[in-house]
């Protein structure tokens, strides 16, 4: 049977052919059930990883599965049922005219009896607290609402990873904690995988690994325990002594009390 995960395997990406590529040689595997924060400067290659996993791009060297399945245009639309997107701007998401058009349209994509889509629609805004929006404009809610609608979108196609590339940043503290705690609480249900692409600290100290990615390389990957013991050299990629100052400030504020029990990054400070 092919294996649960996601798996990189020496991927380089350009953007054309005369332009410096902007991934070199990255390898990495996500399994089931993980959650794993990507972090590092502007411009080291975050989303460009993203927008590959569900064959937005294609590699030119190197290969990428998904459950054993190598990503290509072939199997592009098989892909993108098992790893679902949701970027910085739900605005620039949206297809629907309504919320339920929105939440529609990628199961109308994979053909989807109609009954059943009716039931995930329901299913999928109950999920993130948006039930009775269905007949509302996806662009006349609020930006936490806006991004609640997107994430339901994505779980409607009942996909197995979320990538979410800085899906919260334009919310405020409170929202962004509102809707990873909505995350969180589907991917306990459905045991999903997560990929978060943040500079929010509290999601790093949160997540189960960390990989740190410095022009276009997978500079680190460890807990987010030895990210932080790291602070010297983090400091060396523009990851610098206010993200580990801050970084210890929210793990106080979070009173070190992280998501799954035990973890052995408890005991960090
Ligand atoms: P990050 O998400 O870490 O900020 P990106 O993956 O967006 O980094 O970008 C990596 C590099 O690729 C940057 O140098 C960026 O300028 C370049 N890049 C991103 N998108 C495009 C594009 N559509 N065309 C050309 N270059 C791009």
Redesign the pocket.
């Given at each position: 049977m092919a294996e649960s995960q996601i798996e990189f395997r020496n991927v380089s990406f350009r953007?054309?052919d005369d332009?410096?590529w902007?991934?070199n040689n990255v390898s990495f595997k996500i399994a089931a059930n993980e959650w794993v924060a990507i972090i590092?400067?502007?411009?080291?290659?975050?989303?460009?990883?993203?927008?590959l996993t569900n064959g937005l791009l294609i590699p030119q060297e190197g290969e990428i599965y998904v459950d054993g399945q190598k990503v290509s245009a072939e199997t592009v639309w098989d892909v993108r049922k098992s790893v679902g997107m949701v970027f910085q701007n739900p605005d620039n998401q949206f297809v629907g005219t309504t919320v339920r058009d929105d939440v529609a349209f990628g199961m109308e994509n994979n053909g989807m009896p109609r009954d059943l889509m009716l039931e995930r629609i329901e299913q999928s805004l109950s999920a993130v607290g948006m039930l009775g929006y269905e007949r509302q404009e996806p662009h006349r809610l609020s930006g936490g609402q806006k991004q609640r609608v997107a994430i339901a979108s994505v779980l409607a196609v009942s996909p197995k990873y979320i990538i979410l590339?800085e899906a919260t940043a334009m919310l405020d503290p409170k929202g962004r904690k509102e809707i990873m705690n909505t995350i969180l609480e589907v991917q306990e249900q459905r045991n999903l995988s997560l990929v978060t692409?943040t500079h929010d600290l509290l999601e790093v100290t949160q997540a189960e690994r960390v990989l740190v990615?410095n022009e276009?390389e997978v500079w680190l990957e460890a807990s987010p325990r030895e990210v932080f013991e790291k602070q010297e050299q983090l400091q060396k990629i523009g990851l610098d002594t206010p993200f580990v100052t801050k970084l210890a400030e929210e793990l106080k504020t979070a009173g070190f009390s992280f998501r799954r029990e035990p973890l052995n990054h408890q005991e960090l400070l």
């Open positions: 953007y054309q332009m410096p902007v991934l590092g400067h502007n411009g080291s290659g975050k989303s460009t990883i993203a927008k590339d692409i990615m276009g």
